[in-house]
């Protein structure tokens, strides 16, 4: 708090000192304004794949699309017998990698203690083969390599393996398999806790481990095979302070940032309102700075608490746009004079940071929708037509600014010219 006053008191004795815009700040003003308009009327991307009952082989009577990694899965259900027919929809992200899918008997949110079927490519004969895993405490551990085993505690009836696109197809990255299964359940129990994952490579017939970002961190759920009602077992704790950091930083760095960069190149053009504009600046940077270093604390926290999650652009323009703005604010306290010859160097630096700062937090708020799996929520959708007024209103206050800043120049250059209103209506006159 003994900042912000002490920046206010020099905003309070500093605020006659505004200058005239010049062309090189409209200029950038407008390549901002653009990149900005880009980022506002960007498409959400989505993160699940799409669901079908229908296979080459099959049709299924239910589906559901899994949260992770653009999957689905499909089932037929025979209470008769409590037998299941499934198929799983995965796809390769490497040519040598592999695709599993299993069931935990044991517990919904683990990957310790699954039994898996893992789909990749023969190293012998290249052909696509399907072998089944059971993954242990030392598979975690990394201590052996994970080995082809039968799956003892899963009544396994049969199970295959296809590439989509049949014989035709190749496995490649992006290439898409189906994984057929039939399990035979306990009479007692409907809810399936089921895995799934892929990973880069394989040795021999040994899969090495997977990814460990969050997305593969988070492949697992529980479905009904009646109803069809899916759960993923999350956090609620963490979820809740991951939404409060996304908040906080969506309305500091994501809005306010831009609101107050905008209310500085257009406000102070108006000259009725006086030093008003400078205190309207002031405040809303200010408030959006203290706002995002909490936001900012908790992401801190956020990262601390999970050292096997690693979020590496979302973390970097954090980090990036929390000092860009940490600098504005103490720069601020050594602003020269006008009369100062280091004035302009200043204000160059004043503008490039503050610039960048609002685009990278921009930028950041969308890769924390994506973070946290909102890429078509209504949470994005509200923050994009908050965004797009705001640049709405930049577009309407950049062409009046434009417009007024070219009839100046005409007149400056009919001035020069010496074709004044004044000579030009007394050689009517005469």
């Keep these: 708090m003994f900042l912000v006053v002490i920046i206010f008191l020099k905003f309070h004795y500093s605020y006659k000192e505004v200058q005239k815009i010049n062309r090189d700040d409209q200029t950038m003003g407008t390549l901002i304004l653009t990149f900005l308009l880009l980022l506002a009327t960007k498409l959400p991307e989505t993160l699940a794949g799409h669901c079908t009952t229908t296979t080459a082989t099959k049709t299924f009577e239910k589906c559901i699309s899994l949260p992770t990694q653009q999957a689905s899965i499909a089932w037929t259900y025979h209470p008769h017998n409590t037998t299941l027919d499934l198929c799983f929809f995965g796809t390769f992200i490497s040519p040598s990698g592999w695709v599993g899918w299993g069931i935990n008997p044991d517990s919904p949110a683990q990957m310790t203690g699954s039994r898996v079927l893992i789909a990749f490519p023969d190293p012998n004969s290249s052909q696509l083969i399907l072998l089944p ?8 551990l990394q201590k052996s390599p994970l080995l082809s085993s039968p799956l003892d505690h899963l009544r396994l009836s049969s199970s295959s393996a296809s590439l989509y696109g049949g014989k ?8 898409s398999v189906q994984i057929y299964a039939t399990v035979k359940l306990s009479s007692n129990s409907t809810k399936i806790h089921h895995v799934w994952n892929r990973g880069l490579y394989v040795q021999g017939y040994s899969p090495t481990i997977h990814p460990t970002t969050s997305v593969d961190l988070s492949s697992f759920s529980t479905f009904d095979v009646t109803s069809g009602f899916a759960t993923v077992s999350r956090n609620s704790g963490s979820r809740a302070l991951k939404v409060t950091h996304g908040v906080l930083n969506a309305v500091a760095w994501g809005f306010l940032l831009p609101a107050g960069a905008v209310t500085a190149r257009y406000l102070r053009q108006m000259q009725s309102i006086g030093p008003t504009w400078f205190y ?10 203290l706002l995002g270093t909490i936001g900012f604390s908790i992401g801190i926290a956020l990262g601390r608490n999970s050292p096997g999650v690693t979020y590496g652009l979302h973390r970097s323009l954090g980090i990036a746009t929390f000092t860009a703005a940490a600098l504005q604010t103490l720069a601020l306290l050594f602003r020269p004079k006008t009369t100062n010859k280091f004035r302009r160097y200043w204000k160059s630096y004043h503008h490039f ?5 609002v685009v990278m937090g921009v930028v950041n708020v969308f890769q924390g929708f994506e973070v946290l799996r909102e890429g078509r929520s209504y949470a994005k959708l509200g923050y994009c037509l908050c965004l797009s007024t705001l640049v709405g209103v930049c577009v309407a206050m950049e062409v009046n600014s434009w417009v007024v800043f070219c009839r100046k120049a005409k007149e400056e250059k009919m001035k020069r010219d010496g074709l004044t209103d004044d000579r030009c209506s007394s050689g009517i006159h005469s």
């Design 353 to 357: 940071v503050g610039y960048a700062c």
């Design 133 to 140: 895993y059971v993954l242990d405490s030392s598979v975690k």
């Design 168 to 175: 035709m197809a190749t496995i490649r990255n992006g290439a």
């Design 280 to 289: 309207i600046h002031a405040t809303i940077q200010l408030s959006g700075f």
